[in-house]
């Protein structure tokens, strides 16, 4: 049991709100939509059911505090994108639908600002978009057939461009630069404001939370909890990586480490050499999966996955904190804007996201079970979790909408395999894609090698 809840990074140790938990369930209950999970995909869900019907009764369970797991720990990018790509839900069906959902994916970031702005939520929103840096030949050669990929398949340049090193300096200004990519769909944001302001808001909506309520078993019409049985014809499971812990479920999800660190505040000479002026949140397009955004107290967040999987699907909060893995993302942002190198670094923190083994975030209902669930997003929930939410609501609620026939709606993932291969095939392509990544940084060359461990990790 977590007891000082400020302590799981940055965004929550710098929250000025209460982060006492609210009462658990107190004995057997009832609702019409019980929603398992009090991060983004639960809470936007508990949103806009009550926007849709608020003659609803919802009730949202929440093993610790809402926000205590990715919401409230991830780099606090809402980026309008899907992590499976055009590619995979094209495949599925058809390029027309495929194309449909990318376009309500772009246009959750606006309406995250909407709500945002309509609600009250002080969280730092800020529209800047992606910058994706090219800092090898590899990289640059990369972007460019993405562009002629995402022109082909009707994604123009407002939406993603592709830079000349000058261009990119406007935004940021890395070492090693060969040119870059700006993805216009994607806010800065601090996510644990957002997350705690949005369970505020859905209880003056009418919708019921308990915190410090675990689910230890669910099914159609109910839920069991450790503090009594919730009986409701509708069911949504919205537990990302911690789906693991729930009876019959631990490979339906993996969980994967992604860790972070926060420097002091920066100063505006040191500014002055790093951009970043309009709060683009910034990568570079390396194999193993790097992110930072300049924070609204003027901070770099930035984040890495260096230890990606334990066995068994483990969660351990050891890992969290471990110290080589936050030299290492230290080491890789120093690289990248070397004024920094004798900057403070004030905040260390790590946590779980979830990955299905077909690599394909998605949303399932079923009206003959009342069961549901959204997920799957592979570290890019933040603004595809608003999105499902909505989804979820018009489906439970039968509303006439485009969202409800949207191509990730149904889609079913083959669970992860047993161990000891989950273990290996997850490491041992990490493993090849940094190596890769050395390669092309030393050579600038395109590791064919990379291609096919990134590749193979997503089938």
Not at 100 to 114: K, M, N, P, Q, T
Not at 166 to 176: A, D, L, N, S, Y
Request: glycine letters at 12%; proline letters at 5%; hydrophobic letters at 40%.
């Amino acid at each position: 049991m977590v007891s000082d809840y400020s302590n799981l990074s940055l965004w929550m140790a710098t929250f000025e709100g209460d982060l006492t938990p609210r009462a658990p369930l107190d004995g057997d209950a009832s609702a019409d939509v019980a929603i398992v999970g009090g991060g983004f995909t639960g809470l936007w869900t508990a949103y806009y059911l009550a926007e849709r019907d608020p003659s609803l009764s919802v009730l949202v369970i929440e093993r610790e505090i809402c926000g205590f797991g990715a919401s409230g720990r991830n780099g606090g990018w809402a980026v309008g994108e899907l992590a499976a790509g055009f590619d995979a839900y094209a495949r599925r069906s058809g390029p027309h639908a495929a194309s449909r959902l990318i376009a309500h994916a772009h246009r959750s970031v606006d309406e995250i600002g909407r709500v945002v702005a309509a609600e009250a939520i002080e969280c730092g929103f800020a529209k800047g978009g992606v910058i994706r840096f090219a800092r090898s030949r590899a990289q640059a050669g990369r972007q460019a057939a993405e562009i002629e990929h995402n022109r082909v398949n009707g994604i123009g340049a407002d939406i993603i461009r592709l830079l000349r090193p000058e261009e990119v300096r406007r935004f940021g200004r890395p070492t090693g630069l060969h040119g870059g990519i700006f993805y216009s769909p994607c806010a800065a944001l601090d996510p644990a404001r957002l997350v705690r302001g949005l369970a505020d808001v859905v209880e003056r909506r009418g919708v019921r939370i308990v915190e410090q309520t675990g689910a230890v078993g669910f099914g159609s019409g109910s839920v069991t909890t450790t503090h009594g049985k919730v009986s409701a014809p509708v069911v949504v499971r919205a537990t990302e990586a911690y789906t693991r812990d729930l009876p019959g479920e631990r490979r339906t999800l993996v969980p994967l480490y992604s860790l972070m660190i926060a420097t002091e505040p920066l100063d505006a000479a040191t500014w002055a050499e790093i951009g970043l002026d309009t709060r683009p949140t910034f990568a570079d397009d390396r194999y193993a999966v790097i992110y930072g955004q300049r924070t609204a107290d003027n901070r770099i967040a930035f984040g890495g996955r260096a230890v990606p999987y334990l066995y068994g699907s483990r969660i351990d909060p050891a890992t969290e904190r471990d110290r080589r893995s936050h030299d290492l993302i230290r080491r890789v942002l120093v690289d990248m804007f070397p004024a920094l190198e004798g900057v403070a670094v004030t905040h260390r923190w790590g946590g779980v996201l979830a990955a299905p083994r077909n690599w394909v975030p998605a949303v399932r209902y079923d009206a003959d079970t009342g069961l549901g669930t959204a997920g799957g997003y592979v570290g890019e929930g933040v603004a595809p979790s608003n999105l499902a939410g909505r989804t979820l609501a018009d489906l439970i609620t039968g509303a006439d909408s485009e969202l409800a026939d949207l191509a990730w709606v149904g889609i079913e993932s083959r669970p992860w395999e047993p161990e000891p291969l989950r273990w290996l095939g997850i490491r041992g392509t990490r493993a090849v894609m940094g190596w890769a990544d050395r390669v092309e940084f030393g050579t600038g060359r395109s590791s064919r090698l990379g291609r096919l461990a990134y590749g193979l990790l997503r089938r």
